[in-house]
């Protein structure tokens, strides 16, 4: 049940988590304050359209907030959102639970 209408209400967790890609770049935006689509490339190791695409889920879902500076797209985990907010705490617990 996948409705992505600017809202997370409708969005299963097995959506959030459906793909090893999608979980690293949502990991990656959890523990570090904002980064950019390069640099998310680079930590994740995935091409450039794919995590563009997943990124693009992440904000139709409003998990992920989008900066814009000229050329430069800056994305951030949107605390704001409550589930959002949980799923960045959980991330945080366990991997500075397991020494990250």
Do not use: C, P
Request: aromatic letters at 12%; zero cysteines.
């Amino acid at each position: 049940m996948l409705k992505t209408n600017n809202s997370s209400k409708y969005t299963n967790i097995e959506d959030i988590f459906s793909s090893r890609g999608r979980t690293k770049i949502i990991k990656l935006l959890a523990l570090r304050d904002e980064l950019n689509i390069s640099k998310i490339v680079e930590l994740s190791r995935l091409n450039h359209l794919s995590v563009k695409n997943h990124l693009i889920f992440f904000k139709e879902i409003d998990f992920v907030q989008e900066k814009k500076f000229g050329r430069i797209r800056i994305y951030r985990f949107k605390t704001e959102n409550l589930k959002a907010k949980a799923l960045k705490n959980l991330i945080e617990y366990w991997e500075y639970d397991n020494g990250l």
